[in-house]
Nanobody, 129 residues
Framework: QVQLVESGGGLVQAGDSLRLSCTATVGTTFSNYAMAWFLHAPGQERELVAAISRGGQNTHYADSVTGRVTISRDNAQNTVALQMNSLRDEETDIYYC?????????????????????WGQGNQVTVSS
């Protein structure tokens, strides 16, 4: 059983920074899960923003955010964070934290929602221009 709770969303101005956090409650070990952040625009599929491997050594970013976004995790605290800088108004979306168990495909190779993925409740980020 995995529960993910996101925090840190809100209203910011274009060009500002924002940090999203996700705290996981797991029945096993948090480091058994690769973690990722997706965004969900209305009427579209969820889109991978960034992913981080179980130990944190490997990361992956969508082309649109490379250089502006950093994903990190703290396995001792069961948390994953997404630091977003130079936000753009088109990045107004709901952001979801996701967990994929060991043995599942790496997010970068399969950047879509899979049936066994775990999801948080979503966190609204609004960027005003």
């Amino acid at each position: 059983q995995v529960q993910l709770v996101e925090s840190g969303g809100g209203l910011v101005q274009a060009g500002d920074s924002l940090r999203l956090s996700c705290t996981a409650t797991v029945g096993t070990t948090f480091s058994n899960y690769a973690m990722a952040w997706f965004l969900h625009a209305p009427g579209q599929e969820r889109e991978l923003v960034a992913a981080i491997s179980r130990g944190g050594q490997n990361t992956h970013y969508a082309d649109s955010v490379t250089g502006r976004v950093t994903i990190s995790r703290d396995n001792a605290q069961n948390t994953v964070a997404l630091q977003m800088n130079s936000l753009r108004d088109e990045e107004t979306d709901i952001y979801y934290c996701s967990a994929r168990a060991y043995g599942g495909r790496w997010y970068a190779l399969t950047p879509v929602m899979l049936p066994d993925d775990h999801w948080g409740q979503g966190n609204q980020v609004t960027v005003s221009s």
